[in-house]
C-alpha cells in the first residue's frame, strides 16, 4: 500500500539552528501539507502546496518557516532559527483531489528543540 | 470559540460496550467532515468520511446534523483495539483548504 514517508523521526536541535524537515508524499497526490502537532495538543494546520507554489498558510507559519518540492518527490519543510515552543510532531499529508478527499499522512518527525 | 469541539473524554468502556462520541463545529461554511483515528504518538489516519445521510461502516456509524452542526460517531461491541484518540475534522472548502482537527476524544477499551 504507498504510505507518505518521513524522514527523519526523531530530531533534536539546539534553539537557533536550522532544520530540515523531509516527505515523500504518494506518487500520484498533488496536494501537499504540513500539519504539527505539540504534545497534549490538537493537531494544527501549517501550510498546504500545490501546482509547485503556497496554496494557503497559517498564522504559525511565519517568515521562520518555508516549503520546497526541490524535486518531483520530495516536500520539505524547513525551519530557519528553531525556537523552543517548535518543539512538536511534525505531520506531512498528501491527497489526490485537495482535502475533501482523505489525506494520508506520514508517520511524523518529533522535533525536539534544546 | 473553539473550530472544532469534542470531549476529550478519556472514555473507559468494557469490550463489546457501545460509546458514542459528539462534535460540535462552529463555522457553518463547512463542506467535509471525517473521523480520524490517532493511537498515541502516531499518525492521524482516516477512519471514516461523514455524509449528511449518515453512514455506516461494520461497526462504526457516523452522522451528521447540518443544521446543528454537529456530528457523531458511534462504535458497536467495542474491541480492544478500538482503544485511540478520536479525531473529528472538517474542511470549510474545496481544493486544498486545510483540515481543522478537534482535540481528539480518547477512548480505552478494556478487557
Known amino acids: 500500500e504507498p504510505e507518505v514517508t518521513q524522514t527523519p523521526s526523531h530530531q533534536v536541535t539546539q534553539m537557533g539552528q536550522e532544520v530540515i524537515l523531509r516527505c515523500v508524499p504518494i506518487?500520484?497526490?498533488?496536494?501537499f501539507y504540513w500539519y504539527r502537532q505539540i504534545l497534549g495538543q490538537k493537531v494544527e494546520f501549517l501550510v498546504s502546496?500545490?501546482?509547485?507554489?503556497?496554496?494557503?498558510k497559517s498564522e504559525i507559519f511565519d517568515d521562520q518557516f518555508s516549503v520546497e518540492r526541490p524535486d518531483g518527490s520530495n516536500f520539505t519543510l524547513k525551519i530557519r532559527s528553531t525556537k523552543l515552543e517548535d518543539s512538536a510532531m511534525y505531520f506531512c499529508?498528501?491527497?489526490?483531489?485537495?482535502?475533501?478527499?482523505?489525506?494520508?499522512f506520514g508517520q511524523g518527525t518529533r522535533l525536539t528543540v534544546v | 470559540r473553539k473550530e472544532v469541539e469534542q470531549d476529550p473524554g478519556p472514555f473507559n468502556v468494557p469490550e463489546g460496550a457501545t460509546v458514542a462520541f459528539n462534535c460540535t463545529y462552529s463555522?457553518?461554511?463547512?463542506?467535509?467532515f471525517f473521523w480520524y483515528r490517532q493511537d498515541c504518538r502516531k499518525e492521524p489516519k482516516l477512519l471514516m468520511s461523514?455524509?449528511?445521510s449518515g453512514n455506516e461502516d461494520g461497526r462504526f456509524t457516523a452522522q451528521l446534523n447540518r443544521a446543528s452542526q454537529y456530528i457523531s460517531l458511534l462504535i458497536r461491541d467495542s474491541k480492544l483495539s478500538d482503544s485511540a484518540t478520536y479525531l473529528c475534522?472538517?474542511?470549510?472548502?474545496?481544493?486544498?483548504?486545510?483540515?481543522?482537527f478537534g482535540k481528539g476524544t480518547r477512548l480505552s477499551v478494556i478487557a
Open positions: 499529508a498528501s491527497s489526490v483531489e485537495g482535502s475533501n478527499t482523505e489525506a494520508f
Open positions: 506518487s500520484n497526490h498533488l496536494y
Open positions: 502546496f500545490y501546482n509547485n507554489e503556497i496554496s494557503e
Open positions: 463555522n457553518s461554511a463547512s463542506q467535509s
Open positions: 461523514v455524509y449528511s
Open positions: 475534522v472538517v474542511n470549510t472548502g474545496s481544493g486544498n483548504t486545510p483540515l481543522v
